[in-house]
């Protein structure tokens, strides 16, 4: 499964990995730009960007961009996150030039005066249909709390009063300072041909204006709030209660033990919170995991409950993060979350959208190709003394914790 790399003169970067057993390609446009990049009256503005990009370019009108990933039988989609922002499809290997043409040209967005006011009614309902989503809500606010004044507690949405102050002048701005070529990854993944690939990036993006990748400020670890905190939330049936504390940032190699650790306390099947938690009925749904991004990381988990049950189930969770703080994890423990981490791996690596994900998130963070071998090694190579060893620099016994729901108190 060969790995290449091509860097254009304006900076933009294309990778791929062929996959000769493949019978379709993914591509991706990943521009290393999020709500963490946003600053004060920006907030939102990245996602609501990503939208505008679906609204025409000078070449297609909103509705020539959908019929023509249509009539190529595209999976297309787009997402933002704190970091990235990332458009892509998935098509038979015929329609891969005519995949990389609608999106560099989409890449390329007329950002028009009228359709930015209308679009802003859509994110404006989406804010308000979020809101109207307790675990989003809920999980939205925890963040916040914990991050406090850092960009990571930007909110992907932003506000209804930051979207409704934006201006279309506003987000040119940011387009022009975060989509400079020099900020961009083309990524591909499946049946495709590298030169030929090469060629059809270079042809649709060479003549973008150059751009060095634009500063990301702040890349130092976050002050956590600590603490509990309450959200109290009328109307809302179920308490949704949220425990964070720091973990490994993207970089850390540390992170592969963090993974399996947070595997083995709340994954969704024969985790801890699942035979403590969700298995006994006391709780709707939880979990526990690990979030990564640059100079930071964060080690958490969620439930929720019924709220006469709320008290009690946080104790479960206390004891259960102070259990595995004191005593680590069993052999048993180990082996069975590397085999589900190990199964995951290798299905997802079956797909080209699979592959084309991991490899750009591998080259944008940290500047390297990892075939699923390597993953699986590092994996693998996970003990008892390297868990030891995170529970040492990350302890999680004494997480933030942070209720949302009806209860005034927890």
């Given at each position: 499964?060969?790995?290449?790399t ?6 933009l970067?294309i990778?791929?990995?062929?996959l000769?057993?493949?019978?379709s ?21 990245s996602h ?7 609204k025409?370019?000078p070449?297609?009108s909103?509705l020539?961009v ?13 997402y933002?996150e ?6 892509y ?8 030039p ?6 560099a040209?989409?890449?390329r967005?007329?950002?028009r ?11 404006l ?20 709390i914990?991050f ?49 690939f ?9 003549p ?5 990748q634009?500063?990301?400020t702040?890349?130092?670890p ?5 603490g509990?905190h309450v959200?109290?939330k ?5 308490e ?5 504390a ?36 006391t ?9 990564t ?11 929720s ?5 709320a008290?009690?189930?946080?104790a ?16 048993e423990?180990?082996?069975v ?6 199964s995951?791996?290798?299905r997802?690596s079956?797909r ?19 075939d699923?071998d390597?993953?699986?090694?590092r994996?693998?190579a996970?003990?008892p003394a390297?868990?030891r060893?995170?529970?040492t ?9 942070v ?8």
């Open positions: 499964m060969p790995f290449h091509h860097r254009l003169p304006n900076g970067e990778i791929g990995e062929t000769p057993t493949s019978r390609v993914g591509v991706g446009f990943y521009v290393r730009t999020g709500s963490r990049d946003e600053v004060g009256p920006e907030s939102g503005v609501f960007l990503e939208h505008m990009l679906f025409g370019t070449n297609r909103a020539d959908n019929l023509h990933f249509d009539r190529i039988g595209a999976k297309s989609n787009a933002t704190y970091e990235t922002t990332v458009y499809t998935a098509v038979l290997p015929e329609y891969l005519t995949s990389v043409d609608i999106l040209d989409i890449l967005p007329s950002l005066q009228e359709d930015f006011d209308t679009e802003k009614q859509v994110i309902e989406e804010i308000g249909m979020y809101a109207d989503m307790p675990p989003f809500d809920a999980s939205d606010k925890a963040r916040k914990y406090a004044n850092h960009p990571l507690g930007n909110s992907i949405l932003g506000s209804v009063e930051s979207i409704t102050a934006l201006t279309r002048d506003q987000m040119q701005t940011y387009f022009d300072r975060r989509y400079a070529a020099g900020n961009l990854v083309v990524a591909a993944a499946g049946a495709f041909d590298w030169a030929n090469v060629e059809l990036v270079t042809a649709k993006c060479g973008w204006t150059a751009g060095g634009p500063p990301r702040q890349l130092t976050a002050k956590p709030t600590s509990s959200i109290v009328e109307g809302v049936s179920q949704h209660v949220m425990v964070m720091p973990g490994p940032a993207v970089e850390d190699p540390i992170r592969y033990s963090a993974d399996v650790l947070s595997t083995i306390i709340g994954d969704d099947t024969g985790s801890r919170f699942y035979w403590e938690l969700t298995h006994p009925g709780v709707e749904a939880s979990g526990y995991g690990i979030d991004n640059q100079a930071n990381g964060t080690l958490g988990g969620y439930f409950s019924d709220p006469d049950n008290k009690e189930n946080l479960t969770v206390h004891k259960i993060l102070r259990d595995v703080q004191k005593n680590g994890v069993t052999a423990e180990l082996a979350a590397k085999s589900k981490i190990a995951r791996l290798v997802r079956e080209p959208m699979g592959r084309m994900g991991a490899i750009a998130s591998a080259w944008i963070n940290n500047r390297e190709f990892d699923i390597t993953e699986l090694n994996y693998e996970v003990t390297s868990i060893d995170l529970l620099r990350f302890p999680i016994d004494a997480p933030t914790v209720a949302y729901g009806p209860l005034s108190s927890i």
